[in-house]
């Protein structure tokens, strides 16, 4: 072949204009494939239908021999046989059982179904197509086409990729990602776990402790029955709309923020548009139970049922609202309100740093809770601003707040004029009830507890392995202290009753 190359040269003002013509021969497509061609390699079994036609696949087993039946002409490739009188179909028998059929689509509205015992790998294709699982794992793939995806039983990996999508995991742990465009997600029985990708989608755990992911896009996150969590992943970009409505539905729900950087406002009131970060408009439902932020200060709240509200990172505030709710701040100075209600509260120590948290209880019977710290703490119910945590902590404990729960190390705990229950735990903690009829125990370590004024109840605990003293105090009625001891070297002073263990 001759390449014939010319150059003009315009007058001035012209630009330089170069052609180039080339002689050669016209190359010819690649034929595409009008026959499905099926072949075995070890134990799989694998069939790449015709392109260009549309393909009805259904897949079978008997034995070591996998059934490949479609609507169009098959081939018979490596380990396969035609099936006399039936241009439709080829037998594949592998030399030993068989672990995997894999399936490719063509170019139309394709169909595969597995019928066998096998997992199975299917790829869409271009076209809107529609893939149907076995009672094994599979792993089924849309690609490009607005598709229908049945995952059946088993564990599956169901994919949308582009196109709108419909994708149901049905019986089995699936994982269902619905990809590009507008997608409807449902994970059926069992623990799932649903990403929506880009687009306005439609997520619904069902049955089963589910994990979803909204991802981009105004998505519409539905839990179902069974303890879900609701993920809403990092920050959507400044400016967009990403506004997601999340609904828990029966179970123990969470809708979780702990990806975001920006600060985060959230309530479970059901009001349209008022959750998330500034501008973004999510709608958190009523039958969500707990909320999680990130790493800015957030503010999250409940309602009137119990919730549980974890705050992480950041300077958080968290109110409980009135049934009997569990608030964890995390790092940060926070602040958390029990509201009604019987509360758990724990503020958390910030390993950075010392930093003051509020701790306030409300109507009810509250806790404060400070297990897991090592150090030495001094906790108080008087209500005194900054007196409260380890050294330079300067926490604020409520004088509303009734029980108090102390740590490893060696603490100072002192109730008020409440009924308390006061727990030591490890080290040699000093535990003073004040008036009240108080429930004191220091459990490990030795302890000395007082009960003080009111008929308490003061034992060295199912644990106590130090040399305990425990001291009744004064009380005001023929029931008085009941002393509980365990070793015999526990001394009970002042106590009416001495019960050891």
């Known amino acids: 072949m001759r390449a014939l190359m010319t150059k003009a040269y315009g007058r001035a003002g012209l630009t330089l204009l170069t052609t180039v013509a080339v002689t050669c021969a016209m190359a010819t497509p690649a034929q595409a494939a009008s026959t499905g061609v099926g072949s075995v390699s070890g134990t799989k079994v694998q069939y790449k239908a015709a392109t260009g036609k549309q393909n009805k696949v259904v897949v079978t087993r008997s034995g070591r021999t996998i059934t490949i039946d479609d609507q169009v002409a098959v081939k018979a490739g490596k380990g396969c046989k035609a099936v006399k009188g039936d241009k439709t179909k080829v037998r594949c028998t592998t030399r030993t059982a068989p672990t995997r059929v894999s399936v490719y689509l063509g170019s139309r509205n394709d169909s595969v179904t597995n019928r066998t015992d096998l997992p199975m790998t299917a790829n869409g294709g271009t076209g809107s197509d529609r893939l149907t699982g076995g009672v094994r794992g599979d792993r089924l793939r849309g690609e490009s086409g607005n598709d229908r995806v049945w995952g059946g039983g088993g564990n599956d990996s169901l994919y949308g990729d582009a196109g709108a999508d419909y994708l149901y995991g049905n019986a089995g742990r699936d994982y269902v990602s619905g990809g590009e465009s507008a997608d409807r997600l449902y994970?059926?029985?069992?623990?799932?776990?649903?990403?929506?990708?880009?687009?306005?989608?439609?997520?619904?755990?069902?049955?089963?402790?589910?994990?979803?992911?909204?991802?981009?896009?105004?998505?519409?996150?539905?839990?179902?029955?069974?303890?879900?969590?609701?993920?809403?992943?990092?920050?959507?970009?400044?400016?967009?709309?990403?506004?997601?409505?999340?609904?828990?539905?029966?179970?123990?729900?969470?809708?979780?923020?702990?990806?975001?950087?920006?600060?985060i406002s959230a309530d479970i009131d059901g009001v349209t548009g008022d959750d998330g970060a500034k501008g973004e408009g999510d709608t958190i439902a009523t039958d969500v139970e707990g909320l999680t932020g990130g790493s800015g200060n957030d503010r999250l709240a409940g309602t009137a049922g119990p919730d549980n509200l974890v705050g992480n990172q950041g300077n958080d505030t968290l109110l409980g609202g009135s049934g009997n709710d569990s608030l964890g701040g995390g790092m940060g100075a926070d602040r958390l309100e029990g509201g009604a209600g019987d509360d758990y509260l724990a503020g958390d120590y910030?390993?950075?740093?010392?930093?003051?948290?509020?701790?306030?209880?409300?109507?009810?019977?509250?806790?404060?809770?400070?297990?897991?710290?090592?150090?030495?703490?001094?906790?108080?119910?008087?209500?005194?601003?900054?007196?409260?945590?380890?050294?330079?902590?300067?926490?604020?404990?409520?004088?509303?707040?009734?029980?108090?729960?102390?740590?490893?190390?060696?603490?100072?705990?002192?109730?008020?004029?409440a009924a308390n229950t006061i727990t030591g735990y490890g080290g040699n903690d000093i535990i003073r009830g004040g008036a009240g009829n108080d429930r004191l125990d220091g459990d490990?370590?030795?302890?000395?507890?007082?009960?003080?004024?009111?008929?308490?109840?003061?034992?060295?605990?199912?644990?106590?392995?130090?040399?305990?003293?425990?001291?009744?105090?004064?009380?005001?009625?023929?029931?008085?202290d009941n002393c509980q001891t365990r070793d015999p070297e526990d001394v009970a002073v002042s106590c009416e009753y001495n019960q050891p263990w």
């Open 187 to 263: 994970g059926g029985n069992d623990d799932d776990n649903l990403q929506g990708g880009d687009g306005n989608d439609r997520l619904y755990g069902e049955a089963g402790h589910d994990h979803l992911f909204g991802q981009h896009g105004n998505d519409k996150v539905y839990g179902g029955a069974g303890d879900d969590r609701i993920e809403e992943g990092i920050d959507p970009m400044r400016g967009s709309s990403d506004s997601d409505l999340l609904s828990g539905g029966g179970g123990q729900d969470f809708v979780n923020y702990d990806g975001r950087t920006r600060s």
């Open 444 to 480: 490990t370590g030795r302890d000395t507890v007082y009960g003080e004024a009111g008929d308490d109840l003061l034992s060295t605990g199912w644990y106590g392995d130090g040399l305990d003293t425990l001291d009744g105090g004064a009380n005001l009625t023929a029931t008085g």
């Open 350 to 417: 910030d390993s950075a740093g010392a930093v003051a948290d509020v701790l306030l209880g409300g109507a009810g019977r509250d806790v404060v809770d400070y297990f897991g710290y090592t150090k030495p703490l001094t906790v108080d119910l008087d209500g005194a601003a900054g007196d409260d945590g380890q050294a330079g902590e300067r926490d604020t404990v409520g004088a509303d707040v009734e029980d108090i729960t102390g740590g490893y190390g060696a603490d100072r705990l002192t109730g008020n004029a």
